[in-house]
């Protein structure tokens, strides 16, 4: 019977948890657009001001991380100023819906500079968002390949990508690559236990939960999934305390939050 009634807690509090207003993540998405607007009309040392706002506030939020290093390239002449407005220009389509005419901007500019490679990264998520996965990893696996900048923005949406296929040994490779490189980030610890889960290894996903815990305390989704784990093990009291502290922290910007981190 404990079990019985678990379940139907476990179901309640989903429910409850899916339908709570989700609010829009606010100061990041904000620095963002407006560095994002700065970089489209040329004025490169302003975006990487407001690029680098969000930066001191996340270090692996990818659509500043990945615009700042495109302004960085520019002013650093790495890469001509016009193909740095032309990428922005195709992630402004791309931010707006436009996603074909995006595609052809990054198309224009792979081809005029086939070997600026953070472009493939850009493209790649078009591809993706346009749910063409397997040209988004192709373009994903040439940043991985030549190393590029973004390798660590690669490896994470090509996970993501992956684990979405059911290619769930890819994306866990993946992930770990990207915790190599950021170990004290909970997003993406909290990524790989998603997919252990989804595998069944409950043992290695409560691990990585609580490795998120441990850097972000007030996570409340990652007690939830932990409570599942520990229910899936047996292991009833360790769930209903994780369901505990899920209720005391629970967020409503968590969904809105990791949904931009796979924007552009």
Known sequence: MRGI???SVISLLVVSFLTVCVCFADTK????YKGLEFAVAGE???AKKEFEKILRIDVFYTPAHSSWQVVVDALDA???KTTALNIFKGIDYANSDLLERAVNEFNMIIEQNPYYV???FFRGSVYYKKGLYQE?????TKVVDKG???ISDAYYNRGSIHSIMGDSDEAISD???VIERYPKHPDIYYSRGVTYASIEKYELAIADYDKVIELDTKNSRVYLDKAAAAFKLGRFIDAIKAFKIFLKYKSNDFFEDMKSRMAL
Not at 29 to 32: T, V
Not at 136 to 140: E, G, L, P, R, V
């Open 5 to 7: 009634r678990l379940i």
């Open 29 to 32: 998405q904000n620095y963002y």
């Open 44 to 46: 490169f040392e302003k």
């Open 78 to 80: 790495r890469v001509a």
């Open 118 to 120: 953070n472009t493939y």
């Open 136 to 140: 988004a990893i192709s373009d994903y």
């Open 148 to 150: 590029g900048a973004l």
């Open 175 to 177: 992930y770990s690559k």
